[in-house]
């Protein structure tokens, strides 16, 4: 079974609306952590929000929020007020454990395609 | 400037011929992982170090050697690379802060081999 499940292959978004990207985790630790990376099409991974198990509010980054289900276990990325340099990748990742003895992995879902149209 | 680096960004070489990609980070950071990107797969984890001279395999280890002699230096061996091993590779530093969890990335490094 999959540890993080990403259901949208592909998206279009027209400019200036907000954009929510979908992503289910499945584990059966307490602690963990939850990461969403965006890779533009030149290739670099670009680490853009952290959510904890055990944070009790949602992450915010600028444009970016993690709306944090953790019952639902999903971790949907939030863009508000898209612009077109937000077209990229879009990966939802894992790190299972406290990361305390820092071997903890960390498990990449597959990736959702964002377009954003003018 | 706080940076993962990788060389060569780009290779194309044949099968069997022994290659080393390197990787260093500037910032101190115990923990670095390699990961290969293949379409459709996302990222998986070849190998990661949690310290110097401590290594340990990922989910997809077989082909790959590394080593961890000093602590800013990471490098990915392919003591025989296969066509299989044409891929995107990543390499990556890790810190535990009170802000969280964080990750770098190096630029990556497109090998095809041939």
């Known amino acids: 079974a999959q540890k993080i499940t990403q259901t949208q292959p592909g998206m279009f978004v027209q400019e200036k609306e907000a954009v929510t990207l979908d992503c289910t985790y499945d584990?059966?630790?307490?602690?963990?952590?939850l990461f969403w990376y965006k890779q533009p099409s030149s290739g670099e991974m670009i680490f853009l929000i952290y959510q904890g198990s055990y944070d009790e509010q949602n992450a915010t980054e600028g444009r970016y929020s993690l709306n944090f289900q953790k019952a639902r276990k999903s971790a949907n990325l939030v863009i508000s007020a898209s612009q077109l340099g937000d077209s990229a990748m879009y990966f939802c990742?894992?790190?299972?454990?406290?990361?305390?003895?820092?071997?903890?992995?960390?498990?990449f879902g597959k990736g959702t395609r964002l377009h954003i149209l003018p | 400037e706080a940076q993962v680096t990788q060389n060569p960004r780009y290779l194309i070489t044949v099968t069997g011929k022994k290659l080393t990609v390197t990787c260093s980070q500037n910032?101190?950071?115990?923990?670095m992982s390699w990961y290969r990107q293949d379409p459709g797969l996302g990222l998986r984890q070849i190998y990661y170090?949690?310290?110097?001279?401590?290594?340990d395999k990922g989910d997809v280890p077989e082909g790959y050697k590394v080593s961890r002699k000093e602590k800013r230096n990471f490098p990915l061996i392919l003591e025989s690379p296969s066509p299989n091993q044409t891929s995107l590779y990543f390499c990556a530093s890790r810190v535990m802060a009170q802000s969280g969890d964080t990750q770098y990335f190096g630029p990556g490094t497109r090998l095809t081999v041939l």
């Open positions: 910032m101190n950071h115990e923990y």
């Open positions: 990742a894992m790190r299972e454990g406290r990361g305390v003895n820092r071997d903890d992995k960390i498990i």
């Open positions: 584990t059966s630790d307490q602690s963990y952590g």
């Open positions: 170090s949690m310290n110097v001279e401590v290594t």
